[in-house]
């Protein structure tokens, strides 16, 4: 699968139905299936390899004793061409191009390495197979972050302005896109399930 394009529904009826975090001690718990965990594996893996590999392709890797390069700060000063990227690392002042260039320069890099971060910490905790997690306080955090920007990526791909929208209705059922509606959704109950056992 690529953010390039979205695959056709292959009928798969282990995603059905929809997984919910619960309250455990200390954080969360849930039971994913198989196919929901493929899911959701398969994209935070995409933005997190997304997400590294704008940075590394950029090609404006700093001397080792580069003042810059030991602060962390960003050698972009622009919002990335790809309008996935643009929406995980967006400007800071929109109306102020100087400013959104010198603050994209000392957070841009943290907010990779968080995203990154974040992605390799739902990887870690769940299982290729499917199965019980069970998450930490700060790992429920971590899963909140990653599972926003994978929403926030399919909703650029999926031309989501208004999350209070029906997207059924705008999307035939032939459409390669509807697939990932359900799963945008689904995504959205998962996240706010999350919310809830923690509070």
């Given at each position: ?31 994913f ?19 590294s ?13 580069d ?33 959104s260039a010198?603050?994209?320069r ?33 790992e ?9 920007d ?25 459409d ?12 959205a ?9 923690l509070?």
């Amino acid at each position: 699968m690529s953010w390039d394009g979205f695959p056709a529904d292959d009928g798969d009826e282990s995603v059905e139905i929809a997984a919910a975090f619960r309250a455990a001690p200390g954080g969360a718990a849930a039971y994913f299936e198989e196919g929901q965990a493929g899911v959701i594996r398969s994209l935070v893996s995409q933005i997190a390899e997304l997400v590294s590999a704008d940075a590394e392709s950029s090609g404006e890797t700093p001397a080792a004793g580069d003042l810059e390069a030991q602060l962390g700060l960003s050698s972009h000063a622009e919002a990335p061409d790809d309008p996935v990227l643009a929406r995980l690392l967006p400007d800071g002042y929109a109306d102020d191009k100087d400013a959104s260039a010198e603050f994209r320069r000392y957070t841009e890099e943290t907010l990779r390495s968080g995203k990154i971060s974040s992605a390799q910490t739902v990887l870690a905790s769940l299982p290729p197979g499917g199965g019980e997690v069970r998450l930490s306080e700060p790992e429920c955090q971590q899963w909140l972050r990653a599972l926003n920007d994978v929403r926030l990526a399919l909703s650029v791909r999926l031309g989501i302005t208004d999350e209070s929208e029906d997207l059924s209705e705008r999307l035939s059922p032939e459409d390669p896109r509807s697939a990932y509606i359900w799963v945008y959704q689904w995504l959205a109950y998962l996240q706010d399930s999350l919310i809830e056992s923690l509070t």
